[in-house]
């Protein structure tokens, strides 16, 4: 099959598979979940893709491109959502712009409502030192949640290996917050499965990996980590704080009191 006309087969399940419920797709989540907890990542994609069609989207911090690289191979011309918070390093941003030049994704990148000049008139300066989640849900979770709206399903590079948070991480999993499915074909992943993929396929990845940063997030909130700390540790250092909200799967949506909280939204359609 072609790439053009995979992407076409793509599309039109995803016109097939429009508008199920929440409770067609807690069922899907309970059944798929157990089938494939033991499956392949490359496996657990194409069930997404032929599940969920268009409806189903990837995700990604641009910490590396694994996780577009996998589903691009099996759908082609894929929805890749990028969360532009405007606090990125540059190589982040480097790194998406090389993404979408190199991989057959359909890259959209997210922005708050308010850029970072705006948060702070309102909000203060610095709002990420003085109240962290505050700073998370403007700028990540709420977006975040309003870009999912057209979408059943989406999938995450989130592994169990990388917290104590995530050990238990569903492969399939219902995301109650964003009331969505969500998937994390690399759930099951090493460290070293990752290494050893990234290799074998010369997958993108951020230069700062290479420069004591394992996970990059805003480049207010991460630092560097020495050799055997943590590999999270740099994320919001020296806080109680270790995940941004977008994880927190049993929570209720995001609440805010800002009136104006539906993101915008760049398209872009890289062949
Ligand atoms: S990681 Fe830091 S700068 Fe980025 S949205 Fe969260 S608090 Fe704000």
Redesign the pocket.
């Known amino acids: 099959m072609t790439a053009a006309t995979a992407t076409r087969a793509f599309r039109a399940r995803g016109a097939e598979t429009a508008g199920r419920s929440d409770h067609e797709l807690r069922d899907l989540v309970r059944h798929a979940g157990a089938e494939l907890e033991l499956a392949p990542a490359e496996v657990i994609i194409e069930w997404a893709v032929a599940t969920f069609g268009q409806r189903f989207c990837v995700t990604s911090s641009m910490g590396d491109a694994l996780l577009a690289h996998l589903a691009s191979r099996a759908a082609p011309g894929i929805d890749l959502v990028f969360l532009d918070?405007g606090?990125h390093f540059a190589e982040t941003i480097g790194t998406r712009d090389a993404v979408a030049a190199t991989l057959p994704v359909n890259l959209l990148t997210i922005s708050p409502l308010q850029t970072v000049a705006e948060q702070d008139a309102e909000h203060g300066p610095n709002?990420?030192a003085r109240d962290?989640?505050l700073?998370?849900a403007?700028?990540?979770v709420r977006p975040l949640e309003q870009s999912l709206a057209g979408y059943d399903a989406w999938a995450t590079g989130l592994r169990r290996a990388e917290t104590r948070n995530r050990v238990i991480a569903p492969v399939i999993g219902w995301d109650a917050a964003k009331r969505k499915v969500k998937v994390s074909p690399l759930a099951r992943w090493s460290d070293e499965q990752v290494d050893r993929y990234i290799a074998d396929h010369g997958v993108l990845v951020n230069p700062l990996q290479y420069d004591g940063y394992p996970s990059i997030?805003?480049?207010?909130?991460?630092r560097q980590v020495a050799a055997g700390e943590d590999p999270r540790s740099g994320?919001?250092a020296g806080t109680p704080?270790t995940e941004?909200g977008i994880h927190s799967t049993d929570a209720a949506p995001t609440p805010l009191t800002h009136h104006r909280d539906v993101g915008r939204l760049e398209r872009s359609l890289i062949p």
Do not use: E, V
């Not at 997030?217 to 991460?222: F, K, Q």
């Open positions: 918070t606090y709002l990420y962290p989640d700073c998370c403007l700028r990540k997030g805003c480049a207010p909130c991460t994320r919001w704080k941004c």
